[in-house]
């Protein structure tokens, strides 16, 4: 299994109501120093709708500017939609929304 494949089945794990960011999807993937491409695979998203791509923010809690499905505006009003409750500066409370993947009995490097 690829790169891409293995980001697409992190964050198809990530659960309604919580976000994840680029670097914990590339921790639990085993490549911690690659951020960057998870965002590059989430954009080029083939799985519109199957993987859930707008649960994925950055290390601040910021939407991404580039969301691959219609822009942060979307991605907001999905989050949303899901129960997430943005701070006044539009970030997300990376403390209470956090997915905690331990919690779900994943653990790092789970395509290791």
């Not at 976000?19 to 080029?44: D, E, M, N």
């Not at 950055?58 to 939407?63: A, T, W, Y």
């Not at 989050?79 to 997300?92: H, P, Q, R």
């Amino acid at each position: 299994m690829g790169f891409f494949e293995d980001v697409y089945r992190v964050v198809k794990m990530i659960p309604e109501g919580k976000v994840s960011t680029y670097g914990q999807i590339a921790s639990l993937i085993g490549q911690p120093r690659k951020a960057k491409i998870v965002g590059w695979a989430l954009h080029s998203n083939p799985y519109r709708g199957i993987v859930p791509c707008h649960r994925v923010v950055n290390r601040k809690g910021e939407l991404s500017g580039a969301f691959a499905f219609g822009g942060m505006e979307e991605q907001r009003k999905l989050l949303e939609a899901e129960g997430i409750v943005f701070n006044k500066d539009g970030t997300i409370d990376l403390e209470k929304y956090l997915w905690n993947p331990e919690l779900d009995n994943i653990s790092d490097n789970i395509f290791i």
